[in-house]
């Protein structure tokens, strides 16, 4: 080219050029399939967008993910995985670059599906997830709910949950952290096992069973859990975290509980076995005990002897009550042969004078003891007079009383027309109270008798004007 074209080219400057390839690009392309391997996954950004490339023997392609993209994504990019991305081909304009920027993202086939299986599977048994653990608080085990009312009706509680899609990973760890955190003895109380089940599916299907999130609820979980996902050549990364693993739903119900009808024919089985069991101990009791009384000697082999001896007893009573009887008659006669009529006058002499003197003694006693006595009784009456309010009235005084016969202390007590009683040395006479003098009696006061006054009804009164 001669310079004078030279100068005739239309001059850009950069952003129009990295405009107008950008443009070129995009309608040339627009979207595409790629299939490589990722490279550079740092996990997303604090935006929430992700950055890293895409490889394969000759090439590298620069690849983004948007934040609204990234979490509808079914499988997340990792470092290593082969995969097929769908995006829209575009540039950078601050690094001079092309560049993807990725819709949709699907490993590269089952082979990359069981690479990255097998990868997070040694990652996740490396950090003891799928180590056996057993709870030992575990008791019966609950099933799942069409399967539970054939075997063993109990009472179940369903927390339902996408088990495929973008969310159903973390729904179903959300699942399993929430049943654990109910109370025991709430209104809705802790369950005893949980079974995380699902029907059989393709292996993208059951992808979600095989996100970290979910393996790790399961190997936190407290509660026992069975993992029931898919069918039983189904193999997912619950399955090795939970505490037992079962081929389908329908098995896991049968690990749960037992057959109702099988378990009371078992009780009833145990039941009689039980009842025979104590029937042979009775009869091998029984058995001994008649072994044993047939070892013992007859009642009157043992009573034999006894019997004779009493009969032997009994026919020498009579001898020897006779031969008693001669014992203490000789004994008798020997004594009164060694006492004479003198000697008995004496003794008997001897106990009379005793006798009188006792009695005379005790007259005697008897006599002081009464003087005693009268000598108290008359110093107690001397005491009693000398207290008395009848030496008192001897004096010149008088006892009034109320109505009641209660003794009066005051005047004050004494209200305007109350009954009066009064006591003197010589005896008693009765009045009635006149108005206020009996409250302030004067010299001239005086009692009438009962024969003449002023009283009502003719009666004295105690006070006179």
């Known amino acids: ?144 709910l069409h399967r539970l009312e054939d075997r063993f009706p109990r009472r179940v509680l369903v927390w339902p949950v996408r088990v495929q899609g973008e969310t159903s990973a973390a729904e179903v760890a959300n699942a399993i952290r929430r049943l654990n955190e109910l109370p025991e003895l709430g209104p809705i109380p802790r369950p005893d096992l949980i079974i995380v089940a699902r029907g059989g599916g ?75 069991c104590w029937k042979r101990n009775v009869d091998r009791h029984r058995k001994e005990l008649s072994l044993l009384s047939r070892a013992m000697p007859a009642l009157d082999d043992l009573l034999s002897v006894p019997r004779q001896r009493l009969d032997s007893c009994a026919g020498r009573l009579p001898r020897a009550l006779r031969a008693n009887a001669q014992i203490h008659h000789t004994h008798l006669t020997r004594v009164a042969s060694r006492l004479s009529p003198r000697l008995l006058s004496h003794r008997i002499e001897r106990c009379d004078e005793q006798t009188k003197n006792f009695i005379g003694r005790a007259r005697r006693a008897f006599r002081i003891s009464q003087d005693r006595r009268d000598q108290r009784l008359r110093s107690a009456g001397q005491l009693l007079t000398a207290y008395s309010y009848k030496g008192v009235l001897s004096r010149g005084f008088a006892l009034v009383r109320d109505g009641e016969g209660h003794p009066l202390r005051s005047a004050g007590a004494v209200g305007a027309g109350a009954r009066l009683d009064i006591e003197f040395a010589d005896g008693r006479l009765g009045a009635t109270a006149d108005g206020e003098h009996a409250v302030q009696p004067t010299a001239k006061s005086k009692v009438r008798s009962r024969g003449g006054g002023e009283g009502p009804g003719g009666q004295g009164t105690l006070f006179g004007s």
Do not use: C
């Open 1 to 144: 080219m001669t310079e004078a074209a030279l100068d005739n080219v239309v001059e850009w400057t950069v952003s129009e050029l990295s405009s107008a390839l950008r443009r070129t690009v995009e309608e040339a392309y627009g979207y595409v399939r790629v299939r490589g391997e990722i490279s550079g996954f740092k996990g997303q950004q604090p935006s929430g967008h992700a950055y890293f490339a895409l490889k394969d023997e000759g090439a590298r392609l620069d690849a983004v993910i948007w934040k609204s993209s990234f979490g509808r994504m079914r499988v997340k990019p990792e470092e290593g995985l082969e995969v097929i991305v769908t995006g829209r081909l575009t540039t950078y304009p601050g690094r001079s670059s092309y560049q993807i920027v990725i819709d949709r993202l699907e490993p590269a086939g089952i082979g990359a599906l069981m690479k990255l299986l097998e990868e997070r599977k040694k990652k996740l048994a490396a950090e003891g997830l799928f180590d056996e653990v057993t709870s030992p608080t575990g008791a019966v085990i609950r099933d799942i």
């Open 202 to 276: 393709s292996l993208e299907d059951l992808w979600s069973f095989n996100e970290e999130i979910v393996v790790r609820a399961a190997a936190a979980s407290m509660i026992p859990l069975i993992s029931a996902v898919g069918h039983e050549t189904d193999i997912t990364l619950i399955d090795f975290a939970a505490d037992r693993r079962a081929p389908t739903p329908t098995a896991a119900a049968e690990i749960a509980v037992p057959v109702r009808a099988e378990l009371m024919v078992s009780l009833s089985n145990l039941g009689a076995r039980k009842h025979a």
